[in-house]
């Protein structure tokens, strides 16, 4: 039994079928126009008056072939071209900006040495040491130049109290720095 | 070239501008690949999409990819994948719209409830075979749906499209075939369904 079954043994061959609509026959001309579209052969026409399977195919690959012309219809808008290319080069750009970025992460390996380890922490500790050493001049010049003005405003005191209020240094608690 | 040749003249030279566009060496192809296969893509996605902030996003995500992946990452094909990437970020789109549509059928009844003047419902009637269609397409066999893609909404080629997919040009045939009998078996099923 190697031949091919009878018509009647296989229904979708057979060409005058009718009841379900769902199993259409497998015709050559059904495939090749339901792929290449255009107008109905006219042997095909024929069959679909008695074949309700192959009628109810062609109607929905006739709407198939509707929906896809109708989309083959839709009209790009005038400037989506160039809103589209415009994204794209900002987009490449902050890629390539990010990726420089990423360059750089990438040289700070972790498996640096103990030396190299100490090195690195000394340069960014070093910032930090200068600031504080240049702090700590400014604070001391500051304490510095704060305490002379006090020395110089004493003796200036004195000075006035030594000739003014108390010239023949008697009295309590005078205080005799010229002298 | 022929569909860049039939745009209009300030877009060719907005396409042709890419070429000058400051961007770095490494990134030179992704231009090259813009200038060559954008129109098509563009074109593929509008019609799969229908919207211009939808086109936009998928156009940026496929660049953003061809980034991500470098010219040693794309592999020999970098047409295809271009394509293909733009494809699959158009028809993740179009089910992220079914699932969300899924949630808002109250709205669409109380729609088709309301009375329209007859112009009305061509339009819409219109508009939903479009969405009928795109959905369909989305739910085909992957392999199928790239080539109903490029064929029919990218316009072009056997070759072309053969091209594109890495396949031969009789495989693409077939896959169109094949392709419109589902889409057929998948429209009727939602008519009658």
């Given at each position: 039994m190697t031949g091919n079954p009878p018509a009647e043994a296989n229904?979708?061959?057979?060409?005058?079928r009718g009841g379900d609509d769902r199993v259409s026959c497998r015709r050559g001309d059904l495939a090749k126009w339901s792929a290449e579209g255009g107008p109905l052969p006219a042997r095909l026409s024929r069959h679909i008056e008695r074949c309700p399977a192959c009628r109810a195919q062609v109607s929905r690959v006739n709407r198939v072939q509707a929906s896809l012309i109708l989309l083959q219809g839709q009209a790009l808008p005038p400037n989506l071209h160039a809103r589209a290319n415009g994204r794209a080069l900002r987009l490449l750009r902050r890629a390539e900006r990010a990726s420089a970025a990423a360059r750089d992460l990438l040289?700070?390996?972790?498996?640096?040495p103990y030396w190299q380890r100490i090195q690195f922490q000394i340069t960014r500790m070093s910032c930090g040491v200068a600031a504080a050493l240049l702090l700590l001049v400014i604070r001391v010049g500051v304490v510095h130049a704060a305490e002379e003005t006090r020395d110089l405003g004493e003796t200036l005191a004195a000075m006035y109290a030594d000739r003014h209020i108390n010239p023949d240094g008697h009295g309590a608690g005078g205080d005799s720095r010229l002298a | 070239m022929a569909r860049v040749a039939a745009l209009p003249l300030e877009l060719r030279s907005l396409l042709a501008s890419l070429t000058s566009a400051e961007v770095a060496e490494s990134q030179q192809w992704i231009l090259r690949l813009l200038r060559g296969q954008g129109a098509a893509v563009l074109t593929a996605l509008w019609r799969m999409l229908g919207s211009e902030a939808d086109v936009l996003d998928a156009y940026q995500t496929a660049v953003c990819r061809l980034t991500a992946r470098g010219q040693q990452g794309v592999g020999a094909n970098p047409a295809g994948y271009f394509y293909r990437i733009a494809v699959n970020a158009a028809i993740e789109t179009v089910r992220t719209r079914q699932r969300q549509k899924a949630h808002w059928p109250r709205l669409v009844e109380s729609r088709a409830s309301l009375p329209s003047p007859p112009g009305v419902m061509a339009v819409c009637d219109e508009r939903e075979a479009l969405e009928r269609m795109r959905l369909a397409i989305s739910e085909l066999p992957r392999h199928l749906r790239e080539v109903v893609i490029l064929r029919?909404?990218?316009?072009?080629q056997y070759a072309e499209v053969a091209r594109c997919l890495g396949i031969t040009a009789g495989t693409a045939r077939l896959y169109r075939r094949q392709a419109v009998i589902r889409l057929a078996e998948l429209i009727g099923e939602e008519v009658t369904g």
């Open positions: 229904p979708r061959l057979d060409d005058s040289h700070c390996r972790p498996d640096l | 029919d909404l990218g316009q072009m």
